[in-house]
């Protein structure tokens, strides 16, 4: 679909963009991000809607429903009106996982791929896809710019993706739990899960439009760009006490922890989470922080956060107390365990 000349600069661009502290780059050739008052021309809006419903966050349902990536604008197409723009690695990383069967997923064709970045372990996920590239498998290794595939409007929903509304569905998540088909499989009994791990359930979203607009402007003030001081400025939802010294996301996220131990045993953590659910910082806390067998504490909920995303229902207000929602529990579960 692409030629081999413009594959290596495409390359060149991703290494180069590496190389200034930003370790992600666009996954497909539109550029129009960066240029103010030009969103429309980058975000693909659901039908009927503006671009806003391309975005991230509760922009769908008239703020009630999640949209956990962006919806890319394709910019070349072919003789019939198919999208051809080349899809690359966001950045430096290895296949974790494909999905060539359009039909098991509301994604449609989609690829996970696994990186390391400043010290955290992130994903990114490309949905939609019309074909992805030939020999790619599993486990390789691909460099940030390294076309993947070719972008598509693959997907198993009943309305499908018309021809105008072509897209790249992009996301960049951090795993909920490397457990998670264990936990699916006891927590939603009813449910198939055909992905595994890499169910679109267990990757919690971060918003790439706000982490590409970061990179830029700290690239324009010549400074390096921090993937973890990023996730930890995000806006805290909650607060909630988590009866759990083993915490599996602590463990495996021990950057996004607060470096100060408590001064006996810890006993669980106290958790700050984004509106999206994601843990954006973590406390250790000792036995003292706890009262009798309850696992799980709300501590606290910013009104004006939730009211500006409501959409996760991680809490509800009843009556004049703020309380988790049947959803929040187990998402924190799922967290924990």
Not at 53 to 77: A, L, N, P, Y
Not at 268 to 283: A, H, Q
């Amino acid at each position: 679909m692409i030629g081999y000349g413009r594959g290596l600069l495409t390359i060149a661009l991703g290494q180069a963009a590496a190389a200034l502290g930003q370790p992600f780059h666009l996954p497909t050739p539109n550029q129009a991000i960066f240029e103010a008052g030009k969103e429309a021309g980058y975000f693909t809006p659901t039908i009927g809607r503006t671009w806003p419903s391309g975005t991230f966050g509760c922009v769908r349902s008239e703020g009630w429903q999640m949209h956990e990536g962006i919806d890319i604008k394709c910019t070349q197409r072919d003789a019939r009106g198919e999208p051809i723009d080349p899809v690359s690695a966001a950045a430096d990383g290895t296949i974790a996982y494909i999905n060539a069967k359009a039909w098991l997923s509301n994604y449609g064709n989609y690829i996970v791929m696994q990186h390391q970045v400043d010290g955290l372990t992130v994903y990114t996920l490309y949905a939609h896809l019309r074909a992805i590239a030939s020999g790619l498998s599993v486990g390789q290794a691909r460099k940030s710019g390294e076309i993947i595939a070719t972008m598509g409007r693959t997907t198993n929903t009943r309305q499908g993706i018309s021809r105008e509304r072509a897209h790249l569905h992009f996301e960049i998540c951090l795993l909920a739990n490397p457990n998670f088909s264990a936990w699916y499989k006891k927590n939603l009994v009813d449910q198939r899960n055909d992905h595994g791990r890499w169910n679109g359930q267990n990757l919690i979203g971060i918003d790439p439009w706000k982490l590409f607009l970061g990179q830029h402007e700290d690239k324009a003030k010549r400074q390096p760009f921090s993937l973890r001081q990023f996730i930890s400025g995000q806006p805290v939802l909650c607060r909630v006490l988590v009866k759990s010294p083993n915490l599996q996301w602590a463990k495996r996220h021990p950057n996004l922890v607060d470096s100060m131990k408590p001064p006996k045993a810890i006993a669980g953590y106290e958790i700050s989470l984004d509106p999206n659910g994601v843990p954006v910082r973590s406390f250790p806390r000792d036995a003292s922080a706890f009262s009798g067998n309850k696992l799980l504490k709300l501590l606290q909920v910013d009104p004006e956060v939730y009211k500006q995303f409501p959409c996760r229902k991680l809490v509800f207000k009843k009556g004049q107390q703020w309380v988790l929602t049947a959803k929040g529990i187990n998402h924190l579960k799922l967290l924990a365990h």
